[in-house]
């Protein structure tokens, strides 16, 4: 394993690795003196002497053999030892959207599943185009401080399910053409010492994607509010799967059910199982730490008053544009009724992972693996949790575009209720339009950098990231 003086969690590793040796050493020296002591020993008669010539000739040609089998390990052992020594501690970021930097901007281009490096393609593109993986530099990954590391590495895609560990996200519906992210893992390893893995896994799966849950519950608030109970010739759809939707604020049902949850842990599960089997296989000194991030909901559990009303209007009452209005604008479309909802599928969702590590930890025991949750880590600068909400907010704001032009539309003020169906229905044919709404921002990627940085650095284990009253971050 590369060095890592200056983190705790390297020098465990070299004490043990260390404490090992020593112990080896001295369990040779002491059979090679004890040895030595009955050849010198006057008391051995010469009866005593040939019954135990027989004895230590066999023990002796054990010892030769068992010699010879540590030799044979020993020169199988060097080689990839001194390949792990000549390679650069590796950090590599797997998952989805919210490990990949999907918000963060500035997205770097993609190596398609046939090995060509696919930059933007233009916002009409098919989104199966790998660019839409949305790898940024503005990542937790690549700003967290992680000291012993000197290569960061970026292969998580936004939309990734579980089925993509192992598959290439091609052989699913709406997946990307890109090789699994197993196989990507493969070839970090064949240039770097992978020490730090971090995935984040579980929030798309077969069951439900975050993209849909949250166009379900933006797209009824916005359809109730623009239209009234008179006016059914108005289709309301999901704003990316197309289904139809009614105007009631979301429920927990809407969200995931317990047997959905159950179903998504056992593919995230399983699908984690296979990463961690390939890393033991691939990583040379099999020294690395598993990070299993959850995720971080980017609406308050309450609106701030700005946001409550508008023009004496709440989102109880029928056909509310103005609040609508001004909600799209904060980057908050949702009704009130759905923030708790949406809170409890938040829960749902670090459950899932925190019942994920568990399992890996009682199949596997001493497996450096921390479960990192950062469901608080956006405590009080979420989305329209207070006044100046986008701005203040380390989550981007729900935005869609009027075509696929690259320009965001920033307020519904203007637009009347057909002119809310076309920019909705371009979310739906382009989705790579609106798919980075309601997503860490560059600004919250720092947040969870600094996250990740004390996972680094800390003793495996369960650990809470939480952002304090004065914007500071503390983890334990």
């Given at each position: ?16 690795r ?34 135990t ?17 540590e ?33 963060a ?21 098919p ?25 960061r ?14 598959n290439?996200?091609?052989a699913?519906e ?29 929030s798309n ?6 993209g ?9 608030f ?19 799967n ?19 949850f ?8 399983a ?27 980017p ?19 029928d ?10 604008a ?10 708790a909802p ?16 568990a ?18 880590a ?48 371009t979310?739906?044919?382009?989705y790579?339009?609106c ?20 996972a ?19 983890v334990?």
């Amino acid at each position: 394993m590369s060095t890592r003086a200056t983190s705790p969690a390297g020098g465990r590793r070299a004490i043990r690795r260390t404490a090992a040796v020593a112990t080896a050493a001295l369990a040779l020296a002491s059979l090679s003196a004890a040895g030595q002591a009955r050849a010198a020993d006057p008391a051995l008669g010469p009866v005593e002497q040939e019954r135990t010539a027989p004895v230590e000739q066999e023990l002796g040609g054990v010892e030769q053999e068992r010699g010879g089998v540590e030799q044979e390990r020993t020169v199988a052992a060097e080689p990839a030892a001194a390949a792990a020594a000549d390679l650069p501690s590796t950090a590599v970021a797997m998952g989805d959207s919210f490990i990949s930097g999907e918000g963060a901007g500035d997205y770097a281009a993609v190596t398609d599943q046939h090995g060509v490096s696919q930059g933007f393609p233009g916002w009409s593109a098919p989104n199966a185009n790998p660019y839409f993986c949305h790898r940024s530099p503005n990542a937790s990954i690549a700003v967290a401080d992680l000291p012993g590391i000197a290569q960061r590495v970026n292969i998580a895609c936004s939309g990734a399910q579980p089925q993509d560990m192992a598959n290439p996200s091609s052989a699913r519906e709406s997946g990307r053409t890109v090789a699994s992210q197993i196989d990507q893992l493969r070839q970090v390893a064949a240039t770097g010492d992978i020490d730090l893995v971090l995935i984040g896994l579980g929030s798309n799966n077969a069951q439900f994607t975050f993209g849909t849950v949250a166009a379900e519950c933006a797209g009824r608030f916005v359809g109730d509010g623009y239209t009234g109970w008179w006016e059914v010739w108005i289709d309301l759809i999901n704003w990316i799967n197309g289904t139809e939707l009614n105007e009631d604020p979301c429920t927990d049902a809407d969200l995931g059910s317990p047997a959905q949850f159950a179903a998504a842990q056992a593919d995230t599960t399983a699908a984690l199982r296979q990463v961690v089997d390939v890393l033991a296989e691939i990583d040379p000194d099999g020294q690395h730490r598993i990070v299993l991030q959850d995720y971080t909901n980017p609406l308050p559990e309450a609106f701030a008053d700005p946001y409550l009303t508008e023009a004496g209007r709440d989102d109880e009452r029928d056909k509310y544009r103005g609040l609508v209005d001004e909600r799209y604008a904060a980057g908050c479309p949702a009704d009130v009724a759905t923030l708790a909802p949406a809170h409890r599928f938040s829960q749902g969702l670090g459950a899932m992972v925190g019942g994920a590590a568990a399992t890996l930890r009682a199949e596997r025991p001493g497996l450096d693996l921390t479960y990192l949750n950062v469901q608080h880590a956006f405590d009080g600068a979420r989305l329209c949790e207070q006044a100046g909400s986008p701005g203040n907010a380390l989550a981007t704001p729900l935005r869609v575009m009027d075509g696929p032009t690259g320009v965001k539309v920033e307020s519904f003020s203007p637009f009347d209720k057909l002119d809310i169906k076309r920019v909705t229905t371009t979310c739906q044919d382009y989705y790579q339009t609106c798919q980075e709404s309601w997503h860490p921002s560059a600004a919250g990627h720092q947040v969870l950098g600094q996250c990740l940085a004390d996972a680094w650095g800390a003793a495996a284990g369960d650990l809470t990231c939480a952002r304090q009253p004065d914007g500071s971050v503390s983890v334990g």
